[in-house]
């Protein structure tokens, strides 16, 4: 019994050690790929819950004109046991992959096509109730883009709930513009207090755009880190 104590402990202080004073349960994002054709993107999150140390993970399938999972396109898996000694969850991603391929073949993804990355957030865990615009340029076309994040925040402690949604600007090499929203306003998200642009990627073949959202929700331990994306066609 003293040695499985310290073991836990152990755990404990390696999780405390890398996420510095952060509290709650931090999911690490994956991305999986496009179709081909570049309307239908994959993407992953892990992590090992903080009270029970047990690794979870999910997997997303998503409608990218849609902006819409598709049907059946969520799928979670939380193993029965804790963590061994060095893991940090990913077995329980693989898991849920490796049980999946029937299904990531039915849409036609391929783990090679992922995202090219037009803009990766440099700070950690810097969401923010107020919201954010960021800019970034796509090199290899010329286009430059600014997006603007959008929240709206309701209540506080186990009252509270949020939305948002992005106002996207394209500007073409041309000086042409385009402007697109994406995101749910009128969806209410329990407990989650702020969104933070985490990347922003591009289908490798086509416009397919891919916008990947860090969200802060409230936990018993301080906060939990959780993904989400919104997609759209440009």
């Given at each position: 019994m003293r040695l499985k104590i310290a073991f836990y402990v152990v755990?404990?202080?390696l999780m405390l050690a890398t996420t510095g004073v952060w509290a709650g349960d931090i999911a690490s994002y994956v991305d999986l790929g496009f179709s081909p054709d570049g309307r239908?993107?994959?993407f992953a999150q892990y992590g090992v819950e903080s009270?029970?140390?047990?690794?979870?993970a999910d997997l997303f399938i998503v409608d990218v004109p849609r902006n819409n999972f598709v049907p059946g396109g969520r799928i979670s898996y939380t193993h029965d046991y804790p963590v061994l000694a060095g893991q940090d969850g990913a077995g329980a991603l693989f898991r849920l992959?490796?049980?999946n391929t029937a299904l990531a073949e039915q849409y036609g993804v391929t783990y090679l096509f992922q995202g090219q990355a037009l803009y990766i957030a440099l700070d950690e865990h810097q969401a923010t109730p107020r919201g954010e615009t960021i800019e970034f340029r796509d090199f290899e076309t010329g286009a430059s883009y600014k997006a603007t994040l959008c929240p709206t925040v309701e209540g506080s402690g186990a009252q509270l709930k949020s939305s948002f949604y992005i106002n996207l600007e394209r500007t073409g090499l041309n000086g042409s513009k385009k402007t697109y929203t994406v995101g749910t306003p009128q969806l209410k998200r329990p407990l989650i207090n702020s969104y933070h642009i985490k990347k922003v990627m591009i289908a490798p073949h086509d416009g397919s755009v891919i916008i990947v959202i860090e969200m802060r929700k409230q936990s018993d331990n301080g906060a939990d880190i959780r993904y989400m994306v919104e997609a759209l066609r440009l």
């Open positions: 755990i404990i202080a239908i993107y994959m009270k029970t140390l047990r690794p979870w992959i490796s049980r």
